[in-house]
C-alpha cells in the first residue's frame, strides 16, 4: 500500500466514524429482492425517492409479476411510471432489461447473482443498456449483500471536496476507487451517510460546513479559511 492510499483509508475511517457519532447507523429503507431493486433502481435516475417509490408501486400495481411488465404493451408500461419522470426511456429500458435477462437465465430472478464473486455480478449487471455503476452497485451491496460501494451525485460530490479522491475522477470511475478505501462491511451504512451530509449539510451550491463534523479532513474547508 503507498502512501496516499494508506492516507486515504484512514481518511475514509475518520468519515466513517464521524458520521455514524452524527448520524447513527443508517437504515436501508425496506431491502428488496434483487429483481425489485434493480427495476426500482432503474426508475430513480434522475428523480427524488418519492416519485421513485410512487413509480415503483403504480408498476407493481399494474402489472403484479415482472413477467407481465416485461409482456405488457411499451405504452402501458411507460404510462405506469410516468411518475418517475423520463418515462420514455424508462418503460422500454425496463422491459429491455426484463427480456434480456429471460432469454439469459429463463427467469427473471437474480438471486443466483449471489453465489457470484462480486466483480462477476456487477460485470454480469453492468451489461444491460441503462445499468450502470451506481446502479448495479446499489443491487450487490443492498439486496445480494456483495460489497459494492455506489457513488450517486451526493457522494461524488462530498468525495471531492473533501479530497477523498482525485478531483478529475468521474462518478463511475469512483465506484472501484472509494471501494479500495472503505471497509467492505461498512459500504452500505457509509454510503447512505455520506448521501444525508451530502442532502442535509454538504449541500451542492452552498455547503453548511459550520454544521460539519468534518471540517478538519476536508480539503474544502481548508482552502476557504
Ligand atoms: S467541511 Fe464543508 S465542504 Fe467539507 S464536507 Fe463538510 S460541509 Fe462539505
Not at 471531492?160 to 452500505?188: C, I, W
Request: aromatic letters at 8%.
Amino acid at each position: 500500500m503507498n502512501k496516499t492510499e494508506e492516507e486515504g483509508r484512514e481518511k475514509a475511517e475518520i468519515i466513517h466514524q464521524r458520521l455514524l457519532d452524527k448520524f447513527g447507523m443508517p437504515v436501508w429503507r425496506v431491502p428488496l429482492p434483487a429483481m425489485d431493486e434493480l427495476v426500482s433502481t432503474i426508475l430513480s435516475q434522475n428523480t427524488n425517492d418519492v416519485n421513485r417509490d410512487k413509480a415503483f408501486d403504480s408498476l407493481r400495481a399494474r402489472f403484479p409479476t415482472w413477467e407481465e411488465v416485461r409482456d405488457a404493451p411499451t405504452d402501458e408500461v411507460i404510462e405506469a411510471v410516468r411518475i418517475a419522470g423520463l418515462a420514455n426511456q424508462k418503460g422500454p429500458r425496463i422491459q429491455n432489461v426484463l427480456s434480456q435477462i429471460t432469454e439469459e437465465t429463463g427467469g427473471l430472478s437474480l438471486e443466483f447473482l449471489k453465489t457470484y464473486a462480486p466483480q462477476d455480478a456487477m460485470d454480469w449487471l453492468l451489461r444491460f443498456k441503462g445499468v450502470g455503476p451506481k446502479t448495479a452497485s446499489i443491487v450487490l451491496v443492498f439486496s445480494l449483500g456483495l460489497p459494492a460501494f455506489p457513488v450517486d451525485t451526493h457522494v461524488h460530490r462530498v468525495s471531492g471536496r473533501l479530497g477523498l479522491r482525485p478531483e478529475k475522477m468521474t462518478a463511475d470511475q469512483a465506484h472501484g476507487y472509494l471501494a479500495s478505501l472503505f471497509k467492505p462491511e461498512n459500504f452500505g451504512p457509509d454510503h447512505m451517510n455520506i448521501i444525508r451530509l451530502g442532502r442535509e449539510i454538504c449541500h451542492a451550491r452552498k455547503p453548511e460546513c459550520d454544521l460539519c463534523p468534518l471540517q478538519d479532513v476536508c480539503e474544502y474547508y481548508r482552502n476557504i479559511t
